[in-house]
């Protein structure tokens, strides 16, 4: 394998926990890496430093028989939200996740948020030894 440093830094996070955020939008506010400070847990979102090619992963885990859809979107600088990638979990007895992941080309202050069916009225599910409702990324060039 071989590797080279990314022309703008280092780059990635990764954050767990939910709270929902003007309606469908969740944000994560325990942060455990937040490297070159582009995961900003007051509103979920992660605000690209630099342009490149970022990938990024998302979970949602719901229960009680409850089914809530997970998107991945890339907001451009224009403001126009474009989903990237999908998935739908159903809890199906104690729980069920599901994990939308995708590649995006990012520039300089374009965003990628994780927008859920799942509002105040359907629960999402969190065991912070186990399963987590989480978002994460990295800077891959």
């Known amino acids: ?14 954050a ?3 709270s929902v955020y003007q ?11 937040n490297v ?8 979920g979102s992660f605000v690209a430093p630099f342009e490149g090619n970022y990938f990024f992963s998302a979970q949602i885990c719901t229960s009680n028989g409850q089914t809530a859809d997970v998107q991945l979107r890339h907001v451009l600088s224009s403001g126009t939200e ?29 965003q990628a948020r994780v927008y859920t069916s799942a509002a105040d009225t359907i629960p999402l599910f969190d065991d912070p030894t ?7 990324g990295v800077l891959v060039e």
Not at 1 to 14: A, D
Not at 23 to 33: C, G, M, N
Not at 36 to 43: A, D, F, K, P
Not at 91 to 97: A, F, H, I, V
């Open 130 to 136: 186990t399963f987590w409702t989480s978002f994460s």
């Open 82 to 110: 474009r989903a990237i990638a999908g998935n739908r979990a159903h809890g199906s007895g104690d729980y069920d996740c599901a994990t939308a992941s995708a590649p995006v080309l990012l520039r300089t202050g374009e």
């Open 16 to 18: 767990h926990g939910h």
């Open 36 to 43: 070159g400070h582009g995961y900003h847990s007051n509103n």
């Open 1 to 14: 394998m071989q590797t080279k440093p990314c022309s703008g830094g280092l780059v990635y996070f990764n």
């Open 23 to 33: 309606k469908h939008y969740l944000t994560f506010p325990t942060v455990v890496d």
